[in-house]
């Protein structure tokens, strides 16, 4: 893939897994083999990734915002700001209906048209002191 095709994968499986949440997306931007490599969890598959993003879901109405984008060969990196309303317990916080966001950075890997790995980091840590107060 070229780079701006894979730039454009990235930005796509944004739009249509996160922000839509879509998890049947995870078939068409996910390679079989995914691995996410999250600063808490580590996650394997297309299903992991699906129940993830029902999890997020079930806690928040989420989008996620690409503030800027680096794409080199088989590698896109995005900076991005998460926003959140908060429906759902996170972190031991119950759901006051709260809007909160946090900014984060997102590192993919693609292969053969598919991502097939992510490294990412989202400060959670803000969302819970902007959910407290």
Do not use: C
């Not at 691995?35 to 996650?43: A, E, G, I, K, P």
């Not at 503030?67 to 996170?90: A, C, M, N, P, Y």
């Not at 590192?107 to 980091?121: N, S, T, Y």
Request: aromatic share 10%; no cysteine.
């Amino acid at each position: 893939m070229s780079t701006e095709e894979t730039a454009f994968l990235v930005k796509s499986f944004i739009e249509e897994f996160w922000n839509a949440h879509d998890p049947a997306a995870a078939e068409r931007y996910l390679s079989a083999d995914f691995v996410d490599h999250d600063n808490h969890t580590s996650l394997e598959g297309r299903p992991a990734m699906q129940q993830w993003l029902a999890q997020t879901t079930a806690t928040f109405h989420h989008q996620t915002v690409i503030e800027d984008q680096v794409t080199e060969g088989d590698r896109s990196i995005i900076r991005l700001t998460f926003k959140v309303v908060q429906r759902g317990e996170f972190r031991g916080v119950l759901s006051a209906g709260k809007a909160a966001e946090t900014r984060g950075y997102r590192e993919f890997r693609v292969k053969d048209g598919k991502i097939v790995e992510h490294w990412g980091f989202i400060d959670g840590n803000a969302l819970v002191e902007q959910l407290k107060n």
